[in-house]
């Protein structure tokens, strides 16, 4: 789940663009598309339907999530509370049942017992899409293994609003989630990512932010980057700049307010190295590897065709042969 929101909470209640008064009416159907939104009810059998909630506004669950979370038989959610407050702006009475990381265990075959008697249940999220950094997945698992069919309502998700407000490359990126909280565990996995040839998005808590941000300066070269905070609500802010000066920035300011989804650019593109740069990425890399591996390590950090990787690597073994 990626959380950046907690519906109605003492100050961050919905405003005009997002309150009640606002929100689409589940109950009016759209002309010409009823067999679309049609939600799933009675007559059509068991089956599970991932819906997306929103990460800060209200109205972007829209009219699809909305019908289907009125229609169906159970809501599985991550806290019962949080949900209570979405479903009540949408005057939803459907009857929830809390789904978590703590519980999965206990609640899974009181699920599958409801799919066994012919229901439909929902499962959600705080905010954004389910399944992402939730045990989501594992109701999906057991759906699909009992042949119950599982469908889904895409929607709001705070990795792709940031990805695409970054202003960096969206054509490959690589969702990493939290980093570990202990700085050398830290720097080890940022070290892991920094030959991935794509943007990265991390996920990370505002107490921890320039310290996360100095740590990818540190291992990962300066590099442009992006921190987005308080998305789709009315205080939203995407910073954007070198790593180094982000965390600067972060060090001297504090913490922000909200949860926080960095954006990091991909590495150095391939066309930016020479010959002699790549020779030595292989020299290196042959340290630890063979000449096989270490060609194909180097042609997936850099993008290079793998050819002519490995042509390079066996003309450097000939020279020092």
């Known amino acids: ?142 759906a699909l293994s009992a042949d119950v069919p599982v469908t889904a309502v895409p929607g709001p998700s705070a990795i792709m609003a940031a990805l695409v407000l970054s202003g960096l490359p969206t054509d490959r990126f690589f969702f990493q989630g939290f980093l570990p909280k202990k700085a050398g565990q830290r720097r080890a996995a940022l070290r892991a990512l920094a030959t991935i040839p794509g943007s990265l998005v991390i996920l990370e808590s505002a107490k921890r932010l320039a310290a996360m941000l100095s740590d990818a300066a540190l291992e990962l070269g300066e590099r442009p980057a992006s921190v987005a905070r308080e998305l789709t609500k009315k205080f939203e802010e995407v910073r954007r700049d070198e790593l180094g000066m982000l965390a600067a920035h972060y060090a001297e300011a504090g913490a922000p307010k909200g949860e926080v989804t960095v954006v990091i650019g991909p590495p150095a593109a391939a066309s930016e190295l020479t010959d002699a740069e790549l020779d030595q990425m292989l020299t290196d890399a042959m340290q630890s590897a063979s000449v096989r591996d270490a060609a194909a390590n180097v042609a997936a950090a850099t993008g290079i065709q793998k050819r002519r990787v490995y042509a390079h690597a066996l003309a450097l073994t000939k020279d020092t042969a």
Do not use: W
């Open 1 to 142: 789940m990626v959380k950046n929101s907690s519906f109605g909470s003492s100050n961050r209640k919905y405003r005009s663009n997002s309150s009640p008064q606002g929100a689409v009416d589940h109950r009016a159907k759209p002309s010409g598309r009823d067999e679309e939104c049609k939600p799933p009810g009675a007559g059509v059998g068991p089956r599970l339907v991932v819906v997306a909630t929103p990460i800060g506004n209200a109205e972007d669950l829209g009219y699809r999530g909305a019908s289907i979370l009125a229609g169906v038989d159970l809501i599985a959610c991550e806290d019962t509370r949080v949900t209570a407050k979405l479903l009540a702006i949408y005057q939803i009475q459907t009857p929830t049942l809390p789904y978590h990381e703590h519980n999965a265990r206990q609640q899974l075959p009181l699920l599958m017992k409801r799919f066994k008697n012919g229901e439909t249940v929902a499962l959600v999220s705080d905010s954004g899409t389910p399944l992402v950094s939730d045990p989501g997945y594992r109701l999906v698992e057991a």
